[in-house]
Nanobody, 122 residues
Framework: QVQLVESGGGLVQPGGSLRLSCAAS????????MRWYRQTPGKDRELVAT???????NYSDSVEDRFTISRDNAKNTVYLQMNSLKPEDTAVYYC????????????????WGQGTQVTVSS
């Protein structure tokens, strides 16, 4: 029953900000790399940002000067702070994580959230 639950999406005007959250729950032993992806109909799913267990981050060129990924290991939660939003940021944003749990004898498995819609429009 490991699950990723996302929140924080919605409608925002260009130049505005949103903060996405993704909380992992279940019989979790550890969470390693966590990621945010996004996808728009007709386009490939894009890796937006990555954060390792130790806090090292990486961003796509299109967002690195505007978005910030962070995590709270005590809460098993990853965040994506999105500033200076543009219409081209409109997409379904997905949380992704590598997790060890009792479900697979503590071996690492990859999990996805359900996705949350972000719409940037005036």
């Amino acid at each position: 029953q490991v699950q990723l639950v996302e929140s924080g999406g919605g409608l925002v005007q260009p130049g505005g900000s949103l903060r996405l959250s993704c909380a992992a729950s279940g019989s979790i032993f550890s969470i390693n790399t966590m990621r945010w992806y996004r996808q728009t109909p007709g386009k490939d799913r894009e890796l937006v940002a990555t954060i390792t267990r130790g806090g090292s981050t990486n961003y796509s060129d299109s967002v690195e000067d505007r978005f910030t990924i962070s995590r709270d290991n005590a809460k098993n939660t990853v965040y994506l702070q999105m500033n200076s939003l543009k219409p081209e940021d409109t997409a379904v944003y997905y949380c992704n994580a590598d997790i060890r749990s009792r479900e697979y004898g503590y071996s690492s498995r990859n999990y996805w959230g359900q996705g949350t819609q972000v719409t940037v429009s005036s």
